[in-house]
């Protein structure tokens, strides 16, 4: 389903005396997380002073967040963006936004379930899809995914003997 916001990090921590938070990213790399202008956080629209990598995390620093209790007083709240700020590639999309969408045999159209989850793992992501059986299927375009339509809420996938977890 096509989503206006996506949830794309959760601040876990103050960072320093300053006012700088630890932004833990969800959905996308770090260094992609940095590119964003604008933020909304608690639905309001904030527009970081400060953006950059340390280690594994995005360290932010918000307009009137200047000491660290300040700062800790962010700690647990999640980081979303304007999906049309993304512009993601053609035929690339938010794990948010896939998730319940119903999913169909491209060969015969029969539905197979709703995909209940993604995992990422290091070659691609693997879907998981339930319906009468659980399908475990890659992320792999052309392979397994043949079309993925968020309109209509639809992805159909080629599927391969051995996909169902109940297959031997």
Known sequence: MRQETIKIGRIVNAHGIRGEVRVQPEELEPADLTRFQTFLLDGEPVTPTANHIHKSMVLMKFP????????????????????????????????????????????????????????????????????????????????FIQSVDLDADRMEVHVWEGMASDEN
């Open 64 to 143: 009137g967040v200047d000491d660290m209790n300040a700062a800790l007083a962010l700690k647990g709240r999640d980081l979303y963006i304007r999906r049309a700020d993304a512009k993601l590639p053609e035929g690339t999309y938010f794990d948010a936004e896939l998730l319940g969408m119903t999913v169909c045999d491209a060969a015969d159209g029969r539905e197979l379930g709703k995909l209940v989850r993604v995992d990422d793992y290091p070659a691609h992501k693997i879907y998981t899809v339930k319906g009468d059986r659980e399908y475990l299927i890659p992320a792999v375009p052309g392979a």
